[in-house]
């Protein structure tokens, strides 16, 4: 019977591609977090990526992968599928190395970073918006790779991509004046997941590593649960940096060795921590950033009194989406409530309703009337903002007991995603 043989990143390797990035990838700050040490009781570093050149780790493998390719490779040109943040690195690299790229994004790709890869990759660089997720774009670019003949720098099943984002642990061991306990390291298509863990692996091998991936993409726990890599028909784009069908094929059998756990998130839970993050310590990430942060929550009893680094893997948010992280974050705190409400036709039930049917600190953000034909009855849409989560019952028990309860539109979901 044959031995299976399992992948595995070469440390020796992943100490060369640092000596490629001296120069072009920062070494980030390795930082002490007071206010998520003093809430979980443990020490809670943050690996912050999201100072890195291009506002993310991504940079690290994309300009290993490229600056390792061969002159007749460089000359044909590079091709990659990107959400934003390896768009970015390739970007970056491609016009350092004086390199053409074509790159095909997912055409809901925040504008911020359509932007700001053009601005890296200047003449050097055509951005092409394709499909609706990742990996409609990576269907795109596999067809003009094909084409083309132009190198695939693919954003995370690739040994170099690997070995670059592989840089990220060398650093954390090399800041780190203590023993390490656990790394939390965040998941897409589990190229970064790899990377340190198969340091960490051959350098720290006592410290358990914990992988974090939205709920609504949930593609590496849910391989790991069946043992076989499983492509999800539909996922949750909101969290655009780890939104992947798919995960890896080499990416998969190395964390399915290496981590130790791999957590999901409650997209409102990423949000609730972005803001956290902003509020308390002026960091801005984006949602895939703040997923390590996230979920701490699970894991409080593990951590308690041992030294946790997070990685922050990067801070690519667009302003633009702030008022819809904070309606998620209210509804998953259950702070946000949208109804249907039945107003009796007659002067003083809009007075009536917000007299004697809202708490005190109870709030009207969204109010949409909607008057029928009837004399008897017309309904509003009506969004609640409560101070408090004990609130809600009572509120529906006044609406009810007063007559003005049509529906309750939370559950709904269709319903919501046209009001949010």
């Given at each position: 019977?044959?031995?299976?043989?399992?992948?595995?990143?070469?440390?020796?390797?992943?100490?060369?591609?640092?000596?490629?990035?001296?120069?072009?990838?920062?070494?980030?700050?390795?930082?002490?977090?007071?206010?998520?040490?003093?809430?979980?009781?443990?020490?809670?570093?943050?690996?912050?990526?999201?100072?890195?050149?291009?506002?993310?780790?991504?940079?690290?493998?994309?300009?290993?992968?490229?600056?390792?390719?061969?002159?007749?490779?460089?000359?044909?040109?590079?091709?990659?599928?990107?959400?934003?943040?390896?768009?970015?690195?390739?970007?970056?690299?491609?016009?350092?190395?004086?390199?053409?790229?074509?790159?095909?994004?997912?055409?809901?790709?925040?504008?911020?970073?359509?932007?700001?890869?053009?601005?890296?990759?200047?003449?050097?660089?055509?951005?092409?918006?394709?499909?609706?997720?990742?990996?409609?774009?990576?269907?795109?670019?596999?067809?003009?790779?094909?084409?083309?003949?132009?190198?695939?720098?693919?954003?995370?099943?690739d040994p170099k991509i690997m070995e670059g984002q592989g840089t990220i642990a060398l650093e954390i061991l090399a800041a780190a004046k203590d023993s390490i306990d656990y790394v939390f390291v965040p998941i897409g298509?589990?190229?970064?997941?790899?990377?340190?863990?198969?340091?960490?692996?051959?350098?720290?091998?006592?410290?358990?590593?914990?992988?974090?991936?939205?709920?609504?993409?949930?593609?590496?726990?849910?391989?790991?649960?069946?043992?076989?890599?499983?492509?999800?028909?539909?996922?949750?784009?909101?969290?655009?940096?780890?939104?992947?069908?798919?995960?890896?094929?080499?990416?998969?059998?190395?964390?399915?060795?290496?981590?130790?756990?791999?957590?999901?998130?409650?997209?409102?839970?990423?949000?609730?921590?972005?803001?956290?993050?902003?509020?308390?310590?002026?960091?801005?990430?984006?949602?895939?950033?703040?997923?390590?942060?996230?979920?701490?929550?699970?894991?409080?009893?593990?951590?308690?009194?041992?030294?946790?680094?997070?990685?922050?893997?990067?801070?690519?948010?667009?302003?633009?989406?702030?008022?819809?992280?904070?309606?998620?974050?209210?509804?998953?705190?259950?702070?946000?409530?949208?109804?249907?409400?039945?107003?009796?036709?007659?002067?003083?039930?809009?007075?009536?309703?917000?007299?004697?049917?809202?708490?005190?600190?109870?709030?009207?953000?969204?109010?949409?009337?909607?008057?029928?034909?009837?004399?008897?009855?017309?309904?509003?849409?009506?969004?609640?903002?409560?101070?408090?989560?004990?609130?809600?019952?009572?509120?529906?028990s006044r609406m009810k007991d007063l007559q003005f309860f049509g529906d309750y539109i939370n559950p709904k979901e269709s319903l919501m995603n046209i009001l949010v």
């Open positions: 019977m044959k031995t299976q043989t399992l992948p595995q990143l070469s440390l020796a390797e992943i100490k060369k591609a640092q000596k490629n990035l001296e120069g072009v990838a920062k070494n980030t700050p390795l930082e002490k977090n007071r206010s998520y040490s003093k809430d979980f009781e443990a020490q809670i570093f943050l690996k912050r990526e999201d100072q890195q050149r291009v506002r993310s780790y991504k940079i690290r493998g994309a300009y290993h992968k490229i600056v390792s390719l061969t002159a007749e490779e460089r000359a044909k040109g590079v091709v990659c599928a990107s959400a934003g943040n390896h768009a970015q690195g390739v970007a970056y690299s491609c016009k350092k190395l004086n390199i053409d790229a074509k790159i095909f994004m997912p055409t809901p790709t925040p504008l911020q970073k359509v932007q700001q890869v053009r601005m890296f990759g200047e003449d050097r660089v055509e951005v092409i918006l394709v499909g609706d997720t990742f990996d409609d774009a990576k269907v795109e670019a596999m067809r003009y790779s094909e084409l083309h003949q132009s190198t695939v720098i693919h954003p995370f099943d298509g589990g190229g970064v997941a790899s990377g340190v863990s198969s340091v960490f692996k051959a350098l720290s091998p006592h410290t358990k590593i914990i992988g974090v991936e939205p709920k609504g993409a949930a593609s590496m726990s849910i391989s790991i649960d069946k043992n076989e890599n499983t492509e999800l028909h539909l996922i949750d784009k909101f969290v655009d940096g780890a939104a992947v069908k798919k995960v890896g094929d080499l990416t998969f059998q190395i964390c399915k060795q290496n981590l130790e756990k791999v957590l999901t998130v409650d997209e409102g839970k990423i949000c609730e921590t972005i803001l956290n993050l902003y509020n308390k310590d002026a960091i801005v990430v984006e949602p895939a950033g703040a997923l390590t942060l996230a979920a701490l929550e699970q894991f409080s009893e593990e951590i308690k009194g041992k030294h946790v680094v997070c990685v922050v893997s990067g801070g690519n948010n667009d302003i633009t989406r702030m008022e819809e992280i904070k309606e998620r974050a209210l509804l998953y705190n259950g702070l946000k409530h949208y109804f249907l409400v039945r107003f009796p036709q007659r002067a003083g039930a809009l007075k009536q309703f917000v007299v004697e049917v809202l708490g005190a600190t109870d709030d009207i953000t969204h109010f949409e009337y909607i008057k029928k034909n009837s004399r008897e009855k017309g309904y509003a849409v009506v969004g609640i903002e409560l101070k408090a989560k004990k609130d809600f019952e009572p509120l529906l």
